[in-house]
């Protein structure tokens, strides 16, 4: 199994992308993180349960990263990060939700845990609308 890894993350990319980036460079596809630092722009996506869908905003402007974590799987054959992020301004009030495409990095330091076992495969769950995790791909297939 690899080991945990701490690496600060490019400006100016999209951060669900940076983070993707670095698990697959280490060929990583089930673990945990975390991360701190400041995006430029975010957007936020809430979950209606009702409606089975996001309803996302996009927040302009400078904002502290005050906590992000979340797992790494599988979706679609391919490493998938699903995240959570709480955001601070200059009026020092947080808010937050999931972390969603289009969230532009000014600077970011991730810690990457590995787990251990097969990754965990998202199938889409009929009665929530999500894709959550289903079954296991083996790591490796036997000979």
Same mark, same amino acid.
């Given at each position: 199994?690899? +080991?945990?890894?701490? /690496?600060?993350?490019?400006?100016?990319? +999209?951060?669900?992308?940076?983070?993707?980036?670095?698990?697959?460079?280490?060929?990583?596809?089930?673990? %945990?993180? %975390?991360?701190?630092? @400041? /995006?430029?722009? @975010?957007?936020?996506?809430?979950? +209606?349960?009702?409606?089975?869908?996001?309803?996302?905003?996009?927040?302009?402007?400078?904002?502290?990263?005050? @906590?992000?974590?979340?797992? #790494? %799987?599988?979706? +679609?054959?391919? #490493?998938? #990060?699903?995240?959570?992020?709480?955001?601070?301004?200059?009026?020092?009030?947080?808010?937050?939700?999931?972390?969603?495409?289009?969230? /532009?990095?000014?600077? @970011?330091?991730?810690?990457?845990?590995?787990?251990?076992?097969?990754?965990? #495969?998202?199938?889409?769950?009929?009665?929530?609308?999500?894709?959550?995790?289903?079954?296991?791909?083996?790591?490796?297939? %036997?000979?």
């Amino acid at each position: 199994m690899a +080991d945990s890894f701490l /690496v600060r993350l490019p400006k100016g990319m +999209d951060l669900l992308e940076a983070i993707a980036e670095e698990f697959r460079k280490r060929s990583i596809s089930k673990a %945990s993180f %975390s991360l701190v630092g @400041a /995006v430029e722009r @975010a957007v936020v996506g809430f979950y +209606d349960l009702g409606k089975k869908e996001y309803k996302n905003t996009t927040l302009e402007g400078d904002y502290e990263i005050a @906590a992000c974590m979340g797992n #790494v %799987s599988i979706k +679609d054959g391919e #490493v998938f #990060v699903h995240a959570h992020i709480t955001l601070s301004g200059d009026d020092y009030r947080a808010f937050g939700g999931h972390l969603m495409p289009g969230t /532009v990095l000014f600077a @970011a330091e991730l810690c990457g845990t590995p787990l251990p076992g097969d990754p965990l #495969v998202r199938e889409f769950d009929e009665a929530t609308g999500l894709y959550l995790w289903g079954g296991t791909r083996p790591e490796k297939e %036997s000979e």
